[in-house]
């Protein structure tokens, strides 16, 4: 039983990618070497722009606020989205100078990724133990990522084109906030009337559920309600954290599983896109800027997730939900004017 495990995990953990950055995902394999189009003029990122994107990957990552919906708008709004081409990829892909700031975003997870490992070491070593035999609940643990990120990875890799194709948009992404929106005011109603539920027919309070006590059915229900986040905008953080809502978990344990989810899919994510375009990263931002990115990533998430969990225990997804509104109606209409 064991082996399979680890088996299953390592199938994961090579796949994942594909589900938290499905675009890079679908360009691996070109068929010939297409001539590098004509020329045009690249911009020149500045400290402030490595800065800002920093922030908003570090602040948005773990909140249900979806980071990729930010960072594209942010790139957008900053102007690193020029289709000028600046070289190749290992695969003889064509690079542009967006395909760069994309892939940087990517990259500059590594932060946010360090942060959270570094607030959860404990539970990392729990799943540790629990994979070497010396730990069941550890095992649950680790049982319950790997079945909950098995869905979303399995529909990132059939839908790849699709997702690329269509769902890359300033309109997308605001639709998908809206949408997300809805979602959570509805999975916080249904939270809070079930307590209120409880509370009238005085039944007895039960321990809170935890991540490791997780059945494999409800682990996986979880995935495939992430599943929806694959659609720019909704948010992986917010879907893990509605499913965890469905499934029985208080909004503390909730948030705390959808951070250890993050793990193997961001990790994986940005280990093969550093692979595949940190030459072409390199290139556009420098060691410099890019190192700078990572660090204030890091900062920044490490601070939201530890501010997050308090205020999530205390007022719920509402608030993050009226955001999402505000800020996809103002994408509509800005756009739209």
Not at 42 to 60: H, K, M, R
Not at 152 to 164: D, H, R, Y
Not at 278 to 288: C, D, K, M, N, Y
Request: proline share 7%.
């Amino acid at each position: 039983m064991r082996s399979f495990k680890q088996s299953l995990l390592v199938i994961v953990l090579s796949a994942a990618w594909a589900f938290s950055n499905p675009v890079a995902a679908s360009a691996q394999t070109p068929a010939t070497n297409p001539p590098v189009p004509a020329p045009l003029t690249a911009p020149s990122p500045s400290l402030a722009d490595a800065i800002i994107l920093g922030l908003v990957e570090g602040v948005t990552e773990f909140l249900p606020i979806s980071s990729t919906g930010h960072l594209v708008l942010t790139t957008h709004a900053l102007g690193l989205d020029s289709t000028a081409p600046i070289g190749r990829d290992r695969h003889g892909q064509v690079i542009t100078f967006k395909d760069a700031a994309d892939t940087y975003t990517v990259v500059i997870q590594v932060g946010a990724i360090a942060a959270v490992s570094f607030l959860y070491w404990s539970q990392l070593l729990t799943m540790l133990s629990g994979l070497l035999g010396r730990d069941p609940a550890g095992l649950r643990l680790l049982r319950n990522v790997v079945l909950a990120c098995l869905p979303p990875v399995i529909t990132a890799l059939a839908f790849k084109k699709f997702i690329k194709t269509h769902l890359f948009s300033v309109n997308t992404v605001a639709y998908a906030l809206l949408v997300g929106a809805a979602l959570m005011l509805f999975a916080e109603w249904w939270r809070r009337r079930k307590e209120l539920s409880a509370q009238q027919y005085a039944v007895p309070h039960a321990p809170e559920l935890t991540p490791s006590e997780l059945s494999p059915l409800r682990a996986l229900s979880i995935g495939f309600v992430q599943c929806f986040a694959l659609w720019p905008g909704m948010s992986r953080s917010m879907t893990a954290m509605v499913g965890g809502y469905f499934v029985g978990l208080r909004p503390k344990a909730a948030a705390e599983f959808s951070f250890l989810l993050g793990l193997p899919l961001l990790g994986a994510a940005a280990a093969k896109d550093t692979l595949d375009g940190g030459p072409a990263v390199i290139a556009a931002f420098g060691w410099s800027h890019t190192l700078v990115g990572i660090l204030v990533a890091f900062a920044s998430a490490a601070l939201a997730v530890k501010l997050f969990v308090g205020f999530l225990t205390r007022n719920g997804l509402t608030p993050f939900a009226v955001y999402r509104i505000l800020l996809g109606a103002g994408l509509l209409w800005f756009f739209a004017v």
